[in-house]
T-cell receptor, first 113, second 112 residues
Framework: DTGVSQDPRHKITKRGQNVTFRCDPISEHNRLYWYRQTLGQGPEFLTYFQNEAQLEKSRLLSDRFSAERPKGSFSTLEIQRTEQGDSAMYLC???????????FGDGTRLSIL | GQQLNQSPQSMFIQEGEDVSMNCTSSSIFNTWLWYKQDPGEGPVLLIALYKAGELTSNGRLTAQFGITRKDSFLNISASIPSDVGIYFCAGQIIQGAQKLVFGQGTRLTINP
């Protein structure tokens, strides 16, 4: 039973560049979440998908951020025109159905130069 | 927004000691979860609590869902070196996305 997989694990980029992260949830998990974690803090909710539908977005998700889950399986999170403040760990989680615990991947650590 | 107050922020203990940490909120949650995070990795689920007053164990770990639904605690008995890490509580909002709201974490350091 493979867990949540995220790629890449680390991304270093220059300010102003676009970046895209991928998340593969646990097989058959129809609920997928993105969270952001900065140093010394707990993860903060960004957005949620049920199957392919993006049903909720946090105010943290500015218009430079976009997320997709085109076939209800893997998801991508894109950040356009990256800024210094985007440096963080981006975590993906999935759950089998409502009221079930969320299981996290190991995240993508983004560093903006 | 909603926030969880987790304490203590850090703990320095001797191997073999018991550990206790807690989380409080101004809001009611329907589910409380405890996660452990090691450096460079994602949070790993330790215990999930679904009912007010529930006491659940997972090996040397015991957690309780407060009766007011606004707090939870986690105990670790007879700590061992691999218990080192950051422990997070999370409250789950039952509506909509059922997103998790996390505490600030408790960093556990163990002296052998």
């Amino acid at each position: 039973d493979t867990g949540v997989s995220q790629d890449p694990r680390h991304k270093i980029t220059k300010r102003g560049q676009n970046v895209t992260f991928r998340c593969d949830p646990i097989s058959e998990h129809n609920r997928l979440y993105w969270y952001r974690q900065t140093l010394g803090q707990g993860p903060e909710f960004l957005t949620y998908f049920q199957n392919e539908a993006q049903l909720e977005k946090s105010r943290l998700l500015s218009d430079r951020f976009s997320a997709e889950r085109p076939k209800g399986s893997f998801s991508t999170l894109e950040i356009q025109r990256t800024e210094q403040g985007d440096s963080a760990m981006y975590l993906c989680a999935s759950s089998l159905m409502e009221y079930q615990p969320q299981h996290f991947g190991d995240g993508t650590r983004l560093s903006i130069l | 927004g909603q926030q969880l107050n987790q304490s203590p922020q850090s703990m320095f203990i001797q191997e073999g000691e018991d550990v206790s940490m807690n989380c409080t909120s101004s809001s009611i949650f329907n589910t409380w979860l405890w996660y452990k995070q090691d450096p460079g990795e994602g949070p790993v689920l330790l215990i999930a609590l679904y009912k007010a007053g529930e006491l659940t164990s997972n090996g040397r770990l015991t957690a309780q869902f407060g009766i007011t639904r606004k707090d939870s605690f986690l105990n670790i008995s007879a700590s061992i070196p691999s218990d080192v890490g950051i422990y997070f509580c999370a409250g789950q909002i039952i509506q909509g996305a059922q997103k998790l709201v996390f505490g600030q974490g408790t960093r556990l350091t163990i002296n052998p």
